[in-house]
Structure formats: C-alpha cells, structure tokens
C-alpha cells in the first residue's frame, strides 16, 4: 500500500516540553512538507525539503524543528519556543518541480494543556 | 503570506444544485490546483490547470483559470451529501519550485 503515515493521531503536550511527530512516506517523493492549520484557517507552511539533508523554512517556522536524514522520513519537532502550538498538522509529500501534486498524511492533532 | 484567497468562506446548497467557489491570487503562477478536505482529515488532490490553460474537466467537476485577473472557479455539478466539504485552492508560484500557497478554503454543505 503506496502512502503517507502520520503519528499519532492525537498528541497531547505538557507546555515547556518540546514533542515530535512522525511522518513517514512510501511513494518515492523526494519533496516533503509540514503544514499548520488552525481551526477553520487554510494551510500554513511550516518548513519543506526538497532533497535528503536539505531543508527551508516555511511562512512559520520559529517554534519548529526538522530534519530529513532518509528520504522517507520527515520528522517536525515542535519545541517550548512554540508559542501557540495547539493546532492540526498536515504532512505532505510530493514530485518535485512544478505541476506536481502533493499527497498528503491524516494529520496529528496536537493539544497543549 | 496567504497568495490565495476564497469566495465565498462557506456555501449551503440542497442536493443536485450546483455549487460554485472561487480563488483569487496575488502572482504569476506555474500552476493552481484544488484540494478537498473532509472534516479532522487530510487533504485530498481534485485537479490541477495550468497557467496556459483556461478550463479544465474531471467528472463532475470543472475548473477555470483567468490569469488576467488572477483568479479561479471551481464548479461542482448535481451535488451530492457526500461532497460536502472544505474546498481549498493552492497554487504554484513561478519562482517557488513545488512549494504551494494555499488559500483559506470554502465549507460547502451540500444538505440531502
């Protein structure tokens, strides 16, 4: 089964601590992105890759961390300096170069209590 | 920045109208395309128009692209319950490579 996985589903996070979520894809994409979206609010993106140990920013990245050491693997680190963290974020991945569409993960909903 | 922008924010029809949701951008694009979103998921791919083009099909679905006046429309004939949805358009800037802008999306709730 040809996909993208992320976990988990649901995340709760003490505020000070610093959690990582996973995102994981089989398709062969070198193209890989970390989304933010707040209730009822479009896309907002976090950082992307375009190739294994390269990584940009995004419109948000303060708060955030990644790193890409394997193709198929893109995990984001949402640190203490995350003011706002509570949010449902989306992984996706991609061809790169234009015309491509991206596929994207089911999400992790993360709540800071 | 938020390139595109969605009218209207929320659309409630009856089944089997049509529904109408438009996307206004601010660049010169490689390409827009429109994605669903069904509610706590992920996103899912509906179709892409290229900058050269001015209509595109896919089922029930049809797209324009008006690069003079940056803009988009999504059309969705003979609605059904099950489209209904968030509707977000993104697109593909020139200098930007892969990376899409996503506007803030339409909920359309298509009422049985």
């Known amino acids: 089964d040809g996909g993208i996985t992320q976990s988990p589903k649901y995340l709760f996070r003490k505020e000070g601590q610093n959690v990582t979520l996973s995102c994981e894809q089989n398709l062969n994409h070198d193209a890989m992105y970390w989304y933010r979206q707040d209730p009822g609010q479009g896309l907002r993106l976090i950082y992307y890759?375009?190739?294994?140990?390269?990584?940009q920013k995004g419109d948000i990245a303060e708060g955030y961390s990644v790193s890409r050491e394997k193709k198929e693997s893109f995990p984001l680190t949402v640190t203490s300096a995350q003011k706002n963290p509570t949010a449902f974020y989306l992984c996706?991945?991609?061809?790169?170069?234009?015309?491509?569409?991206?596929?994207f993960g089911p999400g992790t909903r993360l709540t800071v209590l | 920045s938020q390139q595109g922008e969605e009218d209207p924010q929320a659309l409630s029809i009856q089944e089997g109208e049509n529904a109408t949701m438009n996307c206004s951008y601010k660049?010169?694009?490689?390409?827009l395309q429109w994605y669903r979103q069904n509610s706590g998921r992920g996103l899912v791919h509906l179709i892409l128009i290229r900058s050269n083009e001015r209509e595109k099909h896919s089922g029930r679905l049809r797209v324009t692209l008006d690069t003079s006046k940056k803009s988009s429309s999504l059309l969705i004939t003979a609605s059904r319950a099950a489209d209904t949805a968030s509707y977000f358009c993104a697109t593909d800037a020139e200098t930007s490579g892969s990376r899409l802008t996503f506007g803030e999306g339409t909920q359309l709730t298509v009422n049985p």
């Open positions: 996706a991945s991609s061809l790169t170069g234009a015309y491509n569409e991206q596929f």
């Open positions: 890759s375009q190739i294994v140990n390269d990584f």
């Open positions: 660049t010169s694009i490689n390409n």
